[in-house]
Nanobody, 120 residues
Framework: QVQLVESGGGLVQAGGSLRLACGTS????????TGWFRQTPGKEREFLVA????????YTIDSVKGRFTISRDSATNTVYLQMNSLKPEDTALYYC?????????????WGQGTQVTVSS
């Protein structure tokens, strides 16, 4: 199993920045990709961005490309999500998760989520 804990959420004004962190522990050697997702009430969870453990390759969806950047500290098994130029529509519960199969599928282990609220 892999355990994940997100942190770094909070309240920020539109145009501001936040950096989320996802600490991982357990069977981290089995992780193929680590991804960030978000969800708002009444909507499906949305995939945002992922990073591949082996080589640091990244995959980012178009709607956040240029504003959201994923990175990884292999020494601490922590994955970060840097979010810039935040908009009120970025308000959501943000989750990190790990997959052993691919960029957008196979996410088996999830954190508890961290709330991001962007005020206008």
């Amino acid at each position: 199993q892999v355990q994940l804990v997100e942190s770094g959420g909070g309240l920020v004004q539109a145009g501001g920045s936040l950096r989320l962190a996802c600490g991982t522990s357990g069977r981290t050697l089995s992780i193929y990709t680590t991804g960030w997702f978000r969800q708002t009430p009444g909507k499906e969870r949305e995939f945002l961005v992922a990073i591949r453990t082996s080589d640091g390759s990244r995959y980012t969806i178009d709607s956040v490309k240029g504003r959201f950047t994923i990175s990884r500290d292999s020494a601490t098994n922590t994955v970060y999500l840097q979010m810039n130029s935040l908009k009120p529509e970025d308000t959501a519960l943000y989750y990190c998760a790990v997959s052993n199969t691919g960029w957008t599928t196979g996410y088996k282990y999830w954190g508890q989520g961290t709330q991001v609220t962007v005020s206008s």
